[in-house]
Protein backbone atom coordinates (compact mmCIF):
# COMPACT_ATOMS: atom_id res chain seq x y z
CA UNK A 1 0.00 0.00 0.00
CA UNK A 2 1.25 3.32 -1.32
CA UNK A 3 1.93 5.98 1.77
CA UNK A 4 -0.88 9.01 1.02
CA UNK A 5 1.78 11.05 2.66
CA UNK A 6 4.66 10.69 0.96
CA UNK A 7 4.11 7.83 -1.81
CA UNK A 8 6.28 5.43 -0.05
CA UNK A 9 5.66 2.01 -1.26
CA UNK A 10 7.08 0.10 2.04
CA UNK A 11 3.87 0.99 4.53
CA UNK A 12 3.57 -1.70 7.14
CA UNK A 13 0.46 -3.24 9.06
CA UNK A 14 0.26 -2.46 12.76
CA UNK A 15 -3.33 -3.19 13.71
CA UNK A 16 -6.07 -5.29 11.43
CA UNK A 17 -9.77 -5.39 13.46
CA UNK A 18 -13.09 -6.25 11.54
CA UNK A 19 -15.74 -3.43 11.73
CA UNK A 20 -18.78 -3.99 13.64
CA UNK A 21 -21.08 -5.95 10.55
CA UNK A 22 -17.60 -7.58 9.93
CA UNK A 23 -18.08 -6.77 6.12
CA UNK A 24 -14.57 -4.83 6.56
CA UNK A 25 -11.63 -4.87 7.95
CA UNK A 26 -9.33 -1.55 9.17
CA UNK A 27 -6.07 -1.43 8.74
CA UNK A 28 -3.70 0.65 10.71
CA UNK A 29 -0.67 1.37 9.08
CA UNK A 30 2.58 3.21 9.40
CA UNK A 31 5.06 4.68 6.68
CA UNK A 32 8.74 3.61 6.70
CA UNK A 33 9.60 6.56 4.59
CA UNK A 34 8.23 9.43 6.48
CA UNK A 35 6.63 7.56 9.71
CA UNK A 36 3.47 8.74 9.07
CA UNK A 37 0.23 6.40 10.26
CA UNK A 38 -2.74 5.98 8.45
CA UNK A 39 -5.83 3.91 7.98
CA UNK A 40 -7.51 1.59 5.06
CA UNK A 41 -10.52 -0.20 5.08
CA UNK A 42 -10.53 -3.55 2.99
CA UNK A 43 -13.66 -4.66 1.36
CA UNK A 44 -15.20 -7.92 -0.54
CA UNK A 45 -16.24 -7.00 -3.88
CA UNK A 46 -17.81 -9.58 -5.62
CA UNK A 47 -18.04 -7.87 -8.87
CA UNK A 48 -16.97 -4.81 -10.56
CA UNK A 49 -20.33 -2.84 -10.95
CA UNK A 50 -21.23 0.28 -13.98
CA UNK A 51 -23.37 1.95 -13.52
CA UNK A 52 -25.90 2.54 -16.45
CA UNK A 53 -26.72 6.65 -16.35
CA UNK A 54 -30.52 7.99 -17.79
CA UNK A 55 -28.37 9.62 -20.26
CA UNK A 56 -26.83 5.81 -21.48
CA UNK A 57 -23.58 7.23 -20.21
CA UNK A 58 -21.56 3.97 -18.31
CA UNK A 59 -19.58 5.32 -15.28
CA UNK A 60 -17.95 2.73 -12.21
CA UNK A 61 -20.23 2.28 -9.58
CA UNK A 62 -18.72 4.16 -6.51
CA UNK A 63 -19.67 3.22 -2.94
CA UNK A 64 -18.51 6.72 -1.40
CA UNK A 65 -20.72 8.53 -3.26
CA UNK A 66 -23.57 6.30 -2.58
CA UNK A 67 -22.97 6.74 0.86
CA UNK A 68 -22.45 10.51 0.43
CA UNK A 69 -25.87 10.78 -0.69
CA UNK A 70 -27.23 8.60 1.93
CA UNK A 71 -25.37 10.85 4.71
CA UNK A 72 -26.92 14.01 3.28
CA UNK A 73 -30.30 12.81 3.41
CA UNK A 74 -29.63 11.72 7.00
CA UNK A 75 -27.88 14.54 7.99
CA UNK A 76 -29.41 15.80 11.52
CA UNK A 77 -31.26 13.01 12.17
CA UNK A 78 -31.46 10.27 14.80
CA UNK A 79 -29.56 7.68 12.90
CA UNK A 80 -26.27 6.63 14.26
CA UNK A 81 -23.15 6.06 11.72
CA UNK A 82 -22.76 2.62 12.29
CA UNK A 83 -26.34 2.22 10.98
CA UNK A 84 -25.85 3.86 7.74
CA UNK A 85 -22.86 1.55 7.06
CA UNK A 86 -25.08 -0.84 7.35
CA UNK A 87 -27.83 0.53 5.32
CA UNK A 88 -24.97 1.38 2.68
CA UNK A 89 -23.57 -2.19 3.12
CA UNK A 90 -27.10 -3.96 2.58
CA UNK A 91 -27.41 -1.92 -0.96
CA UNK A 92 -23.98 -2.72 -2.34
CA UNK A 93 -24.66 -6.71 -1.85
CA UNK A 94 -27.64 -6.60 -3.35
CA UNK A 95 -26.69 -4.89 -6.21
CA UNK A 96 -23.78 -7.28 -5.96
CA UNK A 97 -25.75 -10.21 -5.64
CA UNK A 98 -28.27 -9.16 -8.71
CA UNK A 99 -25.90 -11.12 -11.04
CA UNK A 100 -26.02 -8.08 -13.01
CA UNK A 101 -22.87 -6.29 -13.67
CA UNK A 102 -24.26 -2.82 -15.32
CA UNK A 103 -26.81 -1.43 -13.23
CA UNK A 104 -29.09 1.34 -13.67
CA UNK A 105 -29.18 4.36 -11.85
CA UNK A 106 -32.96 4.10 -11.34
CA UNK A 107 -32.51 0.53 -9.81
CA UNK A 108 -29.96 2.44 -7.08
CA UNK A 109 -32.24 4.80 -6.43
CA UNK A 110 -35.03 2.97 -5.70
CA UNK A 111 -33.02 0.53 -3.65
CA UNK A 112 -32.47 3.71 -1.24
CA UNK A 113 -35.76 5.16 -1.11
CA UNK A 114 -37.10 1.79 -0.11
CA UNK A 115 -34.43 1.56 2.61
CA UNK A 116 -34.82 5.07 3.36
CA UNK A 117 -38.63 4.59 4.01
CA UNK A 118 -38.06 2.01 6.43
CA UNK A 119 -35.41 3.82 8.36
CA UNK A 120 -36.31 7.36 8.74
CA UNK A 121 -39.55 9.39 6.49
CA UNK A 122 -37.51 12.88 6.71
CA UNK A 123 -34.77 11.18 5.02
CA UNK A 124 -37.04 9.54 2.66
CA UNK A 125 -38.56 12.48 1.62
CA UNK A 126 -35.22 14.48 1.82
CA UNK A 127 -33.47 11.69 -0.77
CA UNK A 128 -36.95 11.60 -2.78
CA UNK A 129 -36.99 15.45 -3.56
CA UNK A 130 -33.50 14.93 -4.69
CA UNK A 131 -34.11 11.63 -7.00
CA UNK A 132 -37.07 12.75 -8.27
CA UNK A 133 -36.25 16.55 -8.76
CA UNK A 134 -38.95 17.92 -6.84
CA UNK A 135 -39.25 21.61 -8.42
CA UNK A 136 -42.18 23.04 -6.64
CA UNK A 137 -43.99 22.58 -3.38
CA UNK A 138 -46.73 20.75 -4.84
CA UNK A 139 -44.81 17.82 -5.60
CA UNK A 140 -43.93 17.79 -2.29
CA UNK A 141 -47.29 18.16 -1.66
CA UNK A 142 -48.65 15.02 -4.16
CA UNK A 143 -45.48 13.19 -2.96
CA UNK A 144 -46.39 13.13 0.42
CA UNK A 145 -49.94 12.36 0.04
CA UNK A 146 -48.98 9.21 -1.45
CA UNK A 147 -47.52 8.44 2.06
CA UNK A 148 -50.48 7.80 4.35
CA UNK A 149 -50.36 7.69 7.80
CA UNK A 150 -46.69 7.70 9.42
CA UNK A 151 -46.00 4.49 11.03
Same mark, same amino acid.
Do not use: W
Given at each position: ?????????????????????? %?A? /? !??? =??????? &???? #????????????? %??? /? !??? =??????? &???? #??????????????????????????????????Q????L???????????????F????????????????????????
Amino acid at each position: MRCPFCGHEDTQVKDSRPSEDG %SAI /R !RRR =FCAGCSQ &RFTT #IERVQLRELTVLK %SDN /R !RVP =FDRDKLA &RSIR #IALRKRPVQEERIERIVNGIVRQLEASGENDVPSQQIGELVMETLKEVDAVAYVRFASVYRNFREAKDFEAFLGGLGEPT
